[in-house]
């Protein structure tokens, strides 16, 4: 089938500690983005890639950095210079439309 | 000001009921709009684009007024299943094809 993956579902950090969230696709795609979400607001953006090798950063990078080295995948590192990083991410890909991924949970303890 | 901005309801409704949910966007230049629909702790689905002359997709109706910077969507005859959080988005100028999302809007349709 045809879609957007993100892995892990769920992910807990500790302070301090940098991670590293999947997102891949196989719809063919050249534009991947991510996307953060907070309790009772709309999606920001973090970074965007429109093809491989390239990348811009969003409205939120701060903390945050990407890779695009195959077309395919566009994994998302939070680092430990991201204040706030507790909520939930969304990866996206699209030709016109974007369809998103299930999205990680994750948690700073 | 939000670029995009939606009433964030709950707009409370019973089964059959017709509802309207209106969003404005504040860049003149925006180039693309839509309406998504995401679920409780789901990720967002595209649920129909908005075109300038207004497009219909089943129950669903949507509306452009570039004029006056707003886009609606109206459904009829609602469902049970229709409760969810609907998105209004818009792609905020050409070259950076990202999203520019409102909070959304919460509908509950009751029984």
């Known amino acids: 089938d045809g879609g957007i993956t993100q892995s892990p579902k769920y992910l807990f950090r500790k302070e301090g500690q940098n991670v590293t969230l999947s997102c891949e696709q196989n719809l063919n795609h050249d534009a991947m983005y991510w996307y953060r979400q907070d309790p009772g607001q709309g999606l920001r953006l973090i970074y965007y890639?429109?093809?491989?090798?390239?990348?811009q950063k969003g409205d939120i990078a701060e903390g945050y950095s990407v890779s695009r080295e195959k077309k395919e995948s566009f994994p998302l590192t939070v680092t430990s210079a991201q204040k706030n990083p507790t909520a939930f991410y969304l990866c996206?890909?699209?030709?016109?439309?974007?369809?998103f991924g299930p999205g990680t949970r994750l948690t700073v303890l | 000001r939000k670029e995009v901005e939606q009433d964030p309801g709950p707009f409370n409704v019973p089964e059959g009921a017709t509802v309207a949910f209106n969003c404005t966007y504040s860049?003149?230049?925006?180039?693309?709009f839509f309406w998504y629909r995401q679920d409780c702790r789901k990720e967002p689905k595209l649920l129909m684009s908005?075109?300038?002359s207004g497009n219909e997709d089943g129950r669903f109706t949507a509306q452009l007024n570039r004029a006056s910077q707003y886009i609606s969507l109206l459904i009829r005859d609602s469902k049970l299943s229709d409760s969810a959080t609907y998105l209004c988005?818009?792609?905020?100028?050409?070259?950076?094809?990202?999203?520019?999302f409102g909070s959304g809007t919460r509908l509950q349709v009751q029984p």
């Open positions: 996206a890909s699209s030709h016109n439309e974007q369809f």
């Open positions: 890639s429109q093809i491989v090798n390239d990348f």
């Open positions: 860049n003149s230049a925006s180039q693309s």
């Open positions: 988005v818009v792609t905020p100028f050409t070259g950076r094809r990202a999203l520019t």
């Open positions: 908005v075109y300038s």
